[in-house]
């Protein structure tokens, strides 16, 4: 599996846009990139993938490059409580599903 | 669905003893998965089962560790003797394969405290 890098932390205001950036430039054909977060003592929690097209959920939009070297998680209005550390992961969509967790960005959403 | 399901939550044990974490994952799904996450280390693969077989073990850290899935409902990890070092917060994930999108639901964890 690609890897990935991320910024150790990051601030957002609340009620802002939060943009987390994530740089995977090895990133093979068949891998999808996937974003998750935990929240304090949580479990990580699935946010989005997608493969090269950009995706929307209710929770996030992932953005693509369209050389796929690199994504930005978007968070269109941050609070509080997504206040975690945000995951982003390259991997196939099928097979093994071996998912690597690297140090993730902290975001902190400031009131 | 319930969810994955951990347990004990959190257990404190001294040097020495035989511990057993247990996880029941999503009814359905076909892939399970063992991490430890700590402060120093991060979130660490295990090791993760397909269809009730050990698939890839390579981050099982020593023989002291072991991982059972006796059926599509149960998986056991098991530290014997357990050492301080091993205190840290162990989670499970279940996922399905075919036709999904291939994320993993996690467990709430199982924080062992070894003194």
């Known amino acids: 599996d690609a890897k990935t890098t991320q910024p150790t932390s990051m601030d957002c205001a609340e009620g802002r846009a939060a943009n987390l950036p994530c740089n995977h430039s090895?990133?093979?054909?068949?891998?999808?990139v996937y974003w998750y977060r935990q929240i304090h003592s949580q479990g990580p929690q699935y946010i989005i993938h997608g493969l090269k097209n950009n995706e929307t959920n209710e929770m996030a939009s992932l953005i693509i490059t369209e050389d796929r070297k690199s994504s930005t998680l978007i968070l269109p209005h941050a609070t509080l409580r997504d206040t975690a550390v945000y995951y982003c992961i390259v991997r196939v969509l099928t097979g093994g599903f071996k998912t690597i967790f690297g140090a993730g960005t902290r975001l902190f959403v400031k009131a | 669905d319930a969810g994955v399901i951990q347990s004990p939550r959190h257990e404190v044990t001294e040097m020495g003893q035989e511990v057993t974490l247990r996880c029941k994952p999503i009814s359905g799904h076909d892939y399970l998965f063992w991490y430890r996450q700590t402060m120093m280390r991060g979130l660490e693969l295990l090791i993760y089962?397909?269809?009730?077989?050990?698939?890839?073990d390579s981050g099982m850290p020593e023989d002291r560790f072991s991982a059972k899935m006796p059926n599509a409902s149960f998986s056991t990890l098991k530290i014997q003797p357990s050492e301080p070092r091993d205190s840290a917060v162990y989670f499970c994930a279940s996922s399905k394969n075919r036709g999904y999108t291939g994320e993993l639901f996690f467990g709430e964890g199982s924080r062992l405290t070894v003194l």
């Open positions: 089962f397909n269809n009730n077989v050990p698939i890839d």
């Open positions: 090895t990133i093979s054909g068949n891998e999808y």
